[in-house]
């Protein structure tokens, strides 16, 4: 009875541990002194923006979402605006080592990377290291997406989220730009801090 328990459980435990794999981990830091709620437009930074090592096509990916996200923050688009968007991204690439006793593996975990468009970057993603008796090797892309929202009056970071989490490879232009709307609102839910702090 107990061998079968344990057989059962073993495939749920993959099944929470892909879930994990697919989710976003965000964090965020702000300025104590700011008043966030004088805050009611916007506009894109293109100088931080133009430095963002991605593809044109996910750059106009990403600021689309985020201008989706403010409006339904009830934020405006101004050439005068309160706060500048801003967008960069860090990336590496990580080796991973199992140790297959049981015969398999699992190759995956924590990864980001923008499609192969832009230098040194790829669509990271994770997948099974199936093999006997010895150890498997896996390669992942692990990255962050960060946005800033720098004071326009002063050009101070006020407010910073970051996003960690896992693109995986497909040719699929419709799967990519879900994902990446699902990132940048995931980093935006702790916009602005004082509402996620009260939570």
């Known amino acids: 009875m107990m061998k079968r328990i344990k057989l059962i459980a073993a495939p ?11 989710s976003v981990r965000v964090l965020s830091d702000y300025d104590r002194d700011t008043n966030f709620t004088n805050y009611k437009s916007y506009a894109f930074y293109k100088t931080g923006i133009d430095r963002a090592q991605i ?3 996910d750059k106009k990916r990403i600021l689309r979402a985020i201008e989706s996200e403010m409006s339904s923050r009830g934020f405006t688009k101004s050439e005068s605006p309160d ?3 801003s967008i960069f991204t860090k990336e590496s690439e990580q080796v991973d080592v199992y140790n297959n006793n049981f015969g398999w593996g699992w190759g995956g975990g924590w990864g980001w990377g923008w499609g192969g468009f832009g230098p040194g ?11 006997w008796g010895g150890p498997s090797v ?15 009056k ?3 970071l006020v407010w910073q989220g970051k996003g960690v989490g896992t693109l995986n490879n497909t ?11 699902e990132f940048v609102a995931e980093i935006l839910q702790q ?3 004082n509402a996620v702090a009260a939570n």
């Open 12 to 22: 749920m435990l993959l099944v929470l541990f892909l879930a994990s794999c697919t």
């Open 55 to 57: 593809s044109d096509l």
């Open 83 to 85: 706060i500048l968007v």
């Open 121 to 131: 970057w790829g669509w990271g993603g994770f997948g099974p290291g199936f093999g």
């Open 138 to 152: 896996s390669t992942r892309t692990q990255g962050s997406l960060y946005i800033d929202l720098i004071d326009a």
């Open 154 to 156: 002063n050009k101070s």
């Open 171 to 181: 040719s699929n232009v419709e799967k990519k730009e879900a994902r990446i709307r």
């Open 191 to 193: 916009y602005p801090p």
